[in-house]
């Protein structure tokens, strides 16, 4: 079955950096663009970057630019985020997602993980 697993979240200290990986299973992965998203508590599910199916292209939302960087390893099915100069305002649970649109059956794919917590406090 499809699974999409989050792990290196936990607690950093502000200024500092942890990385997260999503280890993907059950699907092509390499047909899928991925994405991270995080939700922090009381807020909406806020998108933060993503990358195409061949890690060819990568976008982010404003507030994470410049300091997290998405990456793929197509051979280990696997996706990560770095993280650096972290806020405390980066304290959510990360999700990662993936997606992909079947243009011949107009069919789409939307996968999620169960997330994982990161803290940035001192």
């Known amino acids: 079955q499809v699974q999409l697993v989050e792990s290196g979240g936990g607690l950093a200290q502000p200024g500092g950096s942890l990385r997260l990986s999503c280890a993907a299973s059950?699907?092509?992965?390499?047909?899928?663009?991925m994405n991270w998203a995080r939700q922090a508590p009381g807020r909406e599910l806020e998108w933060v970057a993503g990358i195409y199916s061949d890690g060819s292209g990568t976008y982010y939302a404003n507030s994470v630019k410049g300091r997290f960087t998405i990456s793929r390893d197509n051979t280990k099915n696997t996706m990560y985020l770095q993280m650096n100069s972290l806020k405390p305002e980066d304290t959510a649970v990360y999700y990662c997602n993936a997606e992909y649109g079947d243009i011949v059956t107009q069919t789409e794919y939307n996968y999620w993980g169960q997330g994982t917590q990161v803290t940035v406090s001192s």
């Open positions: 059950g699907f092509t992965f390499s047909y899928y663009a």
